[in-house]
């Protein structure tokens, strides 16, 4: 069973149902099925706050994961509770525009990439970057999301 959760306090929400395809692909490339997290769509205000308060780096940013597997500490049987993923809703529309490319693919994007910290990748180095953001793009292009 896969249970997330989209949380939209600022009333972001539109029609996401897209994401619901990517999120599954996304885990069905990693062979996870029993699982829960969340992810919530935050204006720029929020996300500098979070971005202060936990990574102690005071600016806007498009995407934080706080992943739970990331704590030894915590130990899960048969079901994983992934974690959660703030999403910036106005930087990730501003990127769009930047980018040249529609606000599904921006979101789209970013929905992967902090599935992608829930699920252990990053890109601390060049080659864990090259890994993960392949998959993204694999995942990404198996849904017809391009750019």
């Given at each position: 069973?896969?249970k997330?959760?989209?949380a939209?306090e600022?009333?972001?929400?539109?029609?996401?149902?897209?994401l619901?395809?990517?999120?599954?692909?996304?885990?069905?490339h990693?062979?996870?099925?029993n699982c829960l997290?969340?992810?919530?769509f935050?204006?720029?205000?929020?996300?500098?706050?979070?971005?202060?308060?936990y990574?102690h780096v005071?600016?806007i940013?498009d995407?934080?994961?706080?992943?739970?597997?990331?704590?030894s500490?915590i130990?899960?049987?048969?079901?994983?509770?992934?974690?959660?993923?703030?999403?910036?809703?106005?930087?990730m529309q501003?990127?769009?525009i930047d980018?040249?490319?529609?606000?599904?693919?921006?979101?789209?994007f970013?929905?992967?990439?902090?599935?992608?910290h829930?699920l252990?990748?990053?890109?601390?180095?060049?080659?864990e970057e090259?890994?993960?953001?392949a998959?993204?793009?694999?995942?990404?292009?198996?849904?017809?999301i391009?750019?």
């Amino acid at each position: 069973m896969i249970k997330y959760d989209i949380a939209d306090e600022y009333g972001y929400h539109e029609n996401y149902a897209y994401l619901k395809k990517v999120i599954k692909r996304t885990l069905k490339h990693e062979k996870v099925k029993n699982c829960l997290f969340t992810i919530i769509f935050v204006d720029e205000k929020k996300i500098q706050e979070i971005n202060k308060t936990y990574r102690h780096v005071d600016s806007i940013t498009d995407v934080i994961s706080f992943a739970l597997e990331d704590n030894s500490k915590i130990k899960f049987d048969k079901f994983r509770i992934l974690g959660d993923i703030y999403i910036c809703i106005p930087r990730m529309q501003k990127q769009a525009i930047d980018y040249k490319h529609s606000e599904k693919r921006e979101l789209a994007f970013l929905t992967v990439h902090g599935l992608l910290h829930l699920l252990g990748y990053d890109h601390m180095n060049k080659d864990e970057e090259e890994v993960m953001f392949a998959l993204q793009e694999l995942i990404l292009n198996e849904e017809n999301i391009t750019r």
